[in-house]
């Protein structure tokens, strides 16, 4: 049977120490124990710090927060205006000392609180021997901040290794699994066996965990990018490398860039069609033809075309929208870098090269053949 008793509210100071014995003061708010048939299996405590003091904790990787075991709760960044809450777990090595001085929350707040006085570089002070569960902020919009793998595995877990070495392999799977869910640009990117490193030594210390066998598991389970998902991917990471603003349409795998090329500005849109697996690249002629031009900038664009490689002119006849396009089918294949490139830079370069002539047979009466 678990028993969790009530967490006393302490709203008061004690001072924890880094790997360099340098002081650490934290307001201590919540301190709270867990057993299971008597037996201690968690010591978790709350606390707040200001911008300043997190960031130190972030730099130096304070209570093993170290970059590869956090797992973002939204996108948005702390202020410096709002205090920070940090829930931290004893690590289970400690629980043998700790029951030693006190049996309830009461106690074990007491304990701390006066080793913090009398004993400022006792071990159990060390910020090392605590592992951070979560690190959160209020803001208008919510609650902000990031869980730990320490959090999925849970402190519990580690206190039971031997009987719970699935329990702590699951944890780790469905880290990963959220990991990827919120690094979908990145995920590909970054094996699980190479994310693993500087947590294995701990979790081979603590439990009799085969990491090698989790990564196939964390491999095998989470779920890799379709064709479709990898062609937009590709499509916004290389508009991004690539340095070009654009926004995307709302709803819709389609990005709006507006060009500015030698000869005029155009609005330009790369979409990419899911079922059919395609890549397309418009630009728009900055204005329509005219409907008693429509016949003669047709005539313009089909010379136009004659002898293109890459790409073609489009007219539509019941708006007079005129547009440049290239566009590749992957199916069975992937969209690269390269290829975006070739075919963005070969539209624009054509549309370019030949609005000059659009606008001449649209507003100068020129014909086709002399434009």
């Known amino acids: 049977m678990i028993a969790t008793?009530?967490?006393?509210?302490?709203?008061?100071?004690?001072?924890?120490?880094?790997?360099?014995?340098?002081?650490?003061?934290?307001?201590?708010?919540?301190?709270n124990l867990t057993k299971q048939n008597d037996q201690l299996i968690e010591c978790r405590l709350t606390f707040q710090v200001d911008i300043e003091l997190y960031d130190r904790i972030d730099t130096d990787a304070l209570f093993?927060?170290?970059?590869?075991?956090?797992?973002?709760l939204s996108t948005e960044k702390f202020i410096p205006e709002q205090d920070i809450k940090i829930e931290i777990s004893l690590k289970p090595d400690w629980f043998p000392h700790l029951v030693k001085h006190a049996a309830n929350n009461d106690e074990a707040a007491t304990y701390i609180q006066n080793l913090s006085e009398k004993q400022p570089a006792h071990p159990i002070l060390s910020t090392d021997s605590w592992l951070a569960l979560s690190v959160t902020q209020q803001q208008e919009s919510g609650e902000i901040g990031y869980r730990t793998?320490?959090?999925?595995?849970?402190?519990?877990?580690?206190a039971q290794a031997s009987t719970s070495s699935k329990e702590i392999s699951q944890g780790i799977i469905n880290f990963f699994k959220d990991w990827t869910e919120a690094n979908l640009s990145t995920r590909t990117k970054k094996p699980s066996s190479k994310m693993l490193e500087g947590i294995s030594h701990f979790l081979i210390?603590?439990?009799?965990?085969n990491l090698d066998e989790i990564a196939q598991q964390i491999e095998a389970n989470i779920k890799r990018p379709s064709t479709s998902e990898a062609i937009f991917e590709e499509m916004v990471n290389f508009f991004k490398a690539d340095d070009w603003s654009f926004i995307q349409i709302e709803g819709q795998p389609v990005l709006q860039i507006v060009f500015q090329g030698e000869n005029g500005k155009w609005t330009c849109y790369a979409s990419t069609k899911i079922e059919q697996q395609q890549f397309i690249f418009y630009s728009l002629c900055s204005?329509?033809?005219?409907?008693?031009?429509?016949?003669?900038?047709?005539?313009?664009?089909?010379?136009?075309?004659?002898?293109?490689v890459i790409g073609n002119f489009e007219l539509d006849f019941a708006n007079g929208e005129i547009r440049y396009k290239t566009s590749?089918?992957?199916?069975?294949?992937?969209?690269?870098?390269?290829l975006i490139k070739r075919l963005v830079y070969a539209n624009v370069t054509m549309m370019d090269r030949y609005l000059p002539g659009i606008m001449s047979v649209i507003y100068d009466d020129m014909s086709p053949e002399d434009a």
Not at 330 to 338: C, E, I, N, P
Request: cysteine-free; charged content about 20%.
């Open 5 to 31: 008793t009530k967490k006393p509210q302490l709203k008061t100071e004690i001072t924890l120490h880094d790997f360099s014995q340098s002081p650490l003061k934290i307001s201590l708010l919540t301190l």
């Open 64 to 72: 093993n927060l170290i970059p590869n075991v956090r797992n973002p």
């Open 149 to 158: 793998l320490w959090s999925y595995i849970s402190p519990a877990n580690l």
């Open 205 to 209: 210390e603590v439990a009799d965990i």
């Open 287 to 308: 204005v329509n033809a005219p409907e008693d031009k429509r016949l003669a900038v047709a005539e313009f664009l089909t010379r136009a075309n004659s002898g293109m």
């Open 328 to 338: 590749i089918d992957v199916q069975g294949d992937r969209l690269s870098f390269a």
